[in-house]
């Protein structure tokens, strides 16, 4: 096992259930298969599949849904000394609509947002290279305090910080505390990672790009990475841009977690070093694996030999 702690993911873990059947709408959706979810856990799973040392910190129940998600950590070699185990709150769960587009869900919060200083020590801060979160973990008290504090720490001693600007009004009702929050992230210079879709939700409008790009840079962020879907993604470099289109896919057999495997091959090649221009290559090439799989990534497919074929 890899001890060298390189990046640390810290938001929720939980049970996500994700419909069978192909459906827009949970309403739609007959019956479910059961995976381990969470954005954060999703880029930890795919960051330990590419070898990079991952550490996990998050809350989850005491109960039967907390062991199998510690027990799937475990087995994919995830530190998760940093894991609190709950009494008194259920582990999270989330219904997840199957789909090719942006997935309906309903989230049944709990244990997740339930993470506190003690998980978070200076220590645990000092040796890794990237601290990532997402907008679901920084929605609610007590980890919105936690992550903001330990995030200005991680920084102050030079680790770069990362976040997926997941937004969405179901988690995050509160939309000015949200824009505060994101505005306070943000003015550590973090990567950003962020969607048409996660944009219009924020702001209730529809931006141009060059809008969106400039709301992060004016914040002190240098880079700003747009997934579009489809068409592939735009990234901004202090206003200087990159597009790549997305890689052809014959058939979409799942879009939950593909946001997740792009920024998970985003940030393991920005941690070999490489330039902004293979970063999204990468990301590009892990995310069409996902959406060719149902769940996570394929336990048969050899993940890191695939992205090492990028030129």
Same mark, same amino acid.
């Given at each position: 096992?890899?001890?060298?702690?390189?990046?640390? %993911?810290?938001?929720?873990?939980?049970?996500?259930?994700?419909?069978?059947?192909?459906?827009?709408?949970?309403?739609?959706?007959?019956?479910?298969?059961?995976?381990?979810?969470?954005?954060?856990?999703?880029?930890?799973?795919?960051?330990?599949?590419?070898?990079?040392?991952? %550490?996990?910190?998050?809350?989850?129940?005491?109960?039967?849904?907390?062991?199998?998600?510690?027990?799937?950590?475990?087995?994919?070699?995830?530190?998760?000394?940093?894991?609190?185990?709950?009494?008194?709150?259920?582990?999270?769960?989330?219904?997840?609509?199957?789909?090719?587009?942006?997935?309906?869900?309903?989230?049944?919060?709990?244990?997740?947002?339930?993470?506190?200083?003690?998980?978070?020590?200076?220590?645990?801060?000092?040796?890794?290279?990237?601290?990532?979160?997402?907008?679901?973990?920084?929605?609610?008290?007590?980890?919105?305090?936690?992550?903001?504090?330990?995030?200005?720490?991680?920084?102050?001693?030079?680790?770069?910080?990362?976040?997926?600007?997941?937004?969405?009004?179901?988690?995050?009702?509160?939309?000015?505390?949200?824009?505060?929050?994101?505005?306070?992230?943000?003015?550590?210079?973090?990567?950003?990672?962020?969607?048409?879709?996660?944009?219009?939700?924020?702001?209730?409008?529809?931006?141009?790009?060059?809008?969106?790009?400039?709301?992060?840079?004016?914040?002190?962020?240098?880079i700003v990475c747009l997934t579009l879907g489809s068409k592939g993604v735009k990234a901004s470099h202090n206003n200087t841009i990159i597009s790549l289109p997305a890689i052809k896919i014959e058939k979409i057999m799942d879009a939950t977690g593909a946001g997740d495997a792009f920024w998970s091959g985003f940030l393991f090649a920005y941690i070999?070093?490489?330039?902004?221009?293979?970063?999204?290559?990468?990301?590009?090439?892990?995310?069409?694996?996902?959406?060719?799989?149902?769940?996570?990534?394929?336990?048969?497919?050899?993940?890191?030999?695939?992205?090492?074929?990028?030129?």
């Amino acid at each position: 096992m890899n001890t060298k702690i390189e990046i640390l %993911c810290v938001g929720e873990t939980l049970i996500d259930y994700i419909g069978h059947q192909t459906a827009p709408s949970l309403a739609e959706t007959k019956d479910y298969h059961r995976y381990l979810g969470g954005s954060p856990t999703n880029v930890a799973m795919n960051m330990a599949r590419l070898g990079v040392g991952t %550490c996990l910190v998050a809350s989850v129940g005491n109960d039967g849904f907390g062991k199998y998600v510690l027990e799937k950590l475990n087995q994919a070699r995830i530190n998760t000394n940093y894991i609190k185990a709950l009494e008194d709150v259920p582990t999270t769960v989330i219904f997840v609509s199957r789909t090719t587009e942006t997935p309906d869900f309903i989230a049944y919060r709990q244990a997740d947002a339930m993470i506190g200083p003690d998980q978070l020590p200076d220590e645990l801060l000092s040796h890794i290279k990237v601290f990532h979160t997402t907008c679901f973990a920084l929605s609610k008290q007590p980890a919105q305090h936690t992550i903001l504090d330990a995030a200005k720490r991680a920084s102050r001693v030079g680790v770069k910080l990362s976040i997926d600007i997941n937004y969405s009004e179901k988690i995050w009702p509160d939309r000015q505390n949200a824009i505060q929050c994101i505005k306070e992230y943000c003015a550590l210079n973090p990567l950003v990672k962020i969607s048409e879709d996660d944009m219009q939700r924020l702001f209730k409008k529809k931006l141009n790009h060059t809008e969106i790009f400039e709301f992060f840079h004016e914040l002190g962020v240098e880079i700003v990475c747009l997934t579009l879907g489809s068409k592939g993604v735009k990234a901004s470099h202090n206003n200087t841009i990159i597009s790549l289109p997305a890689i052809k896919i014959e058939k979409i057999m799942d879009a939950t977690g593909a946001g997740d495997a792009f920024w998970s091959g985003f940030l393991f090649a920005y941690i070999k070093k490489n330039p902004l221009e293979h970063c999204l290559k990468t990301a590009l090439r892990l995310a069409a694996l996902k959406l060719q799989n149902v769940g996570r990534l394929p336990e048969n497919v050899d993940v890191l030999s695939e992205l090492l074929k990028i030129e």
